[in-house]
Nanobody
Framework: QVQLVESGGGLVQAGGSLRLSCVAS????????MGWFRQAPGKEREFVAA????????DYADSVKGRFTISRGNAKNTAFLQMNSLKTDDTAVYYC????????????????????WGQGTQVTVSS
């Protein structure tokens, strides 16, 4: 059974930085695309960033472009989200997600594209 564990969330002042980490275990397959989504109270879960299996292809929500960077570890079962210049609007629970990849090396931006999710880590940005 695939398990995703996020860490690195916390409380930070506006303008500050946080680095989220995600470690996947129990993978019965070797290729996977990964992503980060977030959900604020009373809102739907929304796309933040995604990365392909090789790490060569990435995509970001317009609201975080230029501020957030997604990357993968050398072991390929880890993903990171470097968040700079944080704003109060970035406050949310951040979820790591993963999907098995068969042949392509692409990224995915919709909730329904993924079938494995972490429990989430809270990010709170104060003004």
């Amino acid at each position: 059974q695939v398990q995703l564990v996020e860490s690195g969330g916390g409380l930070v002042q506006a303008g500050g930085s946080l680095r989220l980490s995600c470690v996947a275990s129990g993978l019965p397959f070797t290729r996977s695309a990964m992503g980060w989504f977030r959900q604020a109270p009373g809102k739907e879960r929304e796309f933040v960033a995604a990365i392909s299996w090789s790490g060569s292809r990435t995509d970001y929500a317009d609201s975080v472009k230029g501020r957030f960077t997604i990357s993968r570890g050398n072991a390929k079962n880890t993903a990171f989200l470097q968040m700079n210049s944080l704003k109060t609007d970035d406050t949310a629970v951040y979820y790591c997600t993963l999907r098995k990849e068969y042949y392509s090396d692409t990224f995915y931006v919709k909730v329904r594209d993924y079938d494995n999710w972490g429990q989430g880590t809270q990010v709170t940005v104060s003004s």
